[in-house]
């Protein structure tokens, strides 16, 4: 058509062979943009100041200082690190938090990090963080986790097969990694997500450490997961220097009966019921002074709200931990108990019961474990009977516990 021509609209048609008018075809109308599903719920395996508990339900706790591979795939699609440093408030202490993670999403680098100040990066490209749905250029995905929280992430990669939760708080991050399907080979910190919670302590490129493992053993399981700043993802690897290491392990024990006593009560007030929460919460709130550790076992409890108790098992000797017997069992001080583990069985002492104003006794994990807590059971601990009474609105059955 030359410039200048009117167009009406039998230009616009076409004609077929015997020129008969064929109009266009309407076009069909687009397919609309499909809602994401919503990210699944996945629990926090490293939290708080930092307590480890595998996916596959190993816990310990992981007072180190530097940049660690939590998990990674041997096909190298998928690789999760995190940076611990020491908790400034109390630089005397050897607490260390999680203050930065980088992941790789099966092509796509992505960090986040609290200090100087919360960033966000993707391919190291500093970029907002997401307020919702956003596909990654790999074919990956972050979201909201769906918690309210604009700070709580779930990353999925691109064949769906694994998913990644990253929650920002004030002063720390809480990180978790799920398996959601296929048949990756993953090995870590965090360990090998193959289900089972005894082959988890894999040194790396040495021995496979079964549990209960030693404290020795333990640091040198974390230490060979340490981070070289040539397989760091990272901007800013640590350096040496960086990572300093604390003059030994502070358990619950070594803390002052009264910071223990408000801690446990701020924990309580704020619904944190969960044993193995609820002791992580009174350790993290009274060795740091800071109520924001409440939010990471209140998380941490209602990711495993549905896992059975006997999922988790101790890596280490318990400490100040409550321990599962069961109800009936007649308690008398000096003698050992066995309870059924996962086709073996655990062995516990009773040293003391408590006084009748008391609601905690003492054991020894025996053989070769150190001193654990036990949560007082009922009136009936006195009377040496596990009852599995009430007290106070909680459960206070014997029940097994894990960490310091």
């Known amino acids: ?46 939290c708080g100041d930092v307590h480890i508990s595998t996916p596959d339900g190993l816990v310990y706790d992981f007072q ?97 097969n694994t998913g990644v939760r990253v929650i920002l708080r004030n002063d720390h991050i809480d990180i978790g990694i799920a398996r959601l399907g296929g048949s990756l080979t993953y090995e870590g910190v965090l360990g090998n997500l193959d289900g089972d919670r005894m082959n988890d302590i894999q040194v790396r490129g040495g021995e496979l450490i079964t549990p209960p493992a030693t404290i020795e053993q333990l640091k040198l399981f974390g230490d060979s997961w340490r981070l070289s700043a040539e397989e760091s993802l990272f901007n800013d690897p640590l350096t040496a220097a960086d990572t300093a290491e604390a003059a030994g392990p502070l358990t619950i024990n070594d803390l002052d009966a009264g910071e223990k006593e408000a801690a446990a009560n701020t924990c309580e007030t704020a619904g944190v019921t969960d044993p193995l929460a609820l002791h992580n919460c009174t350790y993290d709130v009274a060795v740091t002074g800071d109520e924001s550790f409440v939010e990471s076992a209140k998380t941490f409890q209602e990711a495993t709200a549905d896992i059975p108790d006997e999922t988790f098992v101790a890596a280490v000797p318990a400490q100040g931990l409550p321990v599962a017997i069961p109800s009936g069992v007649v308690l008398e001080i000096g003698q050992q108990y066995a309870v059924p583990d996962a086709g073996t069985f655990r062995y516990f002492l009773l040293t003391a019961f408590p006084t009748e104003a008391e609601s905690r006794a003492t054991l020894s994990l025996c053989p070769d474990l150190a001193t654990a807590g036990l949560v007082g059971v009922g009136g009936n601990l006195n009377g040496r009977t596990s009852s599995g009474a009430r007290s106070g609105g909680h459960e206070r059955t014997l029940h097994r516990g894990i960490g310091r």
Do not use: H
């Not at 015997?18 to 919503?38: F, R």
């Open 1 to 46: 058509m030359s410039t200048g021509q009117t167009t009406t609209i039998s230009d616009l048609w076409s004609f077929g062979e015997n020129e008969e008018s064929v109009i266009p075809p309407t076009p069909e109308p687009l397919p609309p943009t499909p809602t994401p599903a919503p990210p699944p719920s996945l629990k926090c395996d490293s």
């Open 64 to 160: 180190e200082f530097g940049d660690f591979l939590l998990s990674q795939s041997t096909d190298g699609s998928v690789v999760l690190q995190a940076r611990q440093e020491r908790w400034e408030t109390y630089p005397e202490r050897p607490v260390s938090v999680n203050t930065a993670v980088a992941i790789y999403v099966g092509g796509d680098k992505l960090e986040l990090y609290l200090k100087p100040e919360t960033s966000f990066s993707v391919n190291d490209v500093l970029t907002d963080l997401p307020t919702g749905y956003v596909s990654l250029p790999a074919g990956g995905s972050i979201d909201l986790s769906g918690t309210g929280s604009p700070t709580d992430f779930t990353i999925l990669w691109p064949d769906g």
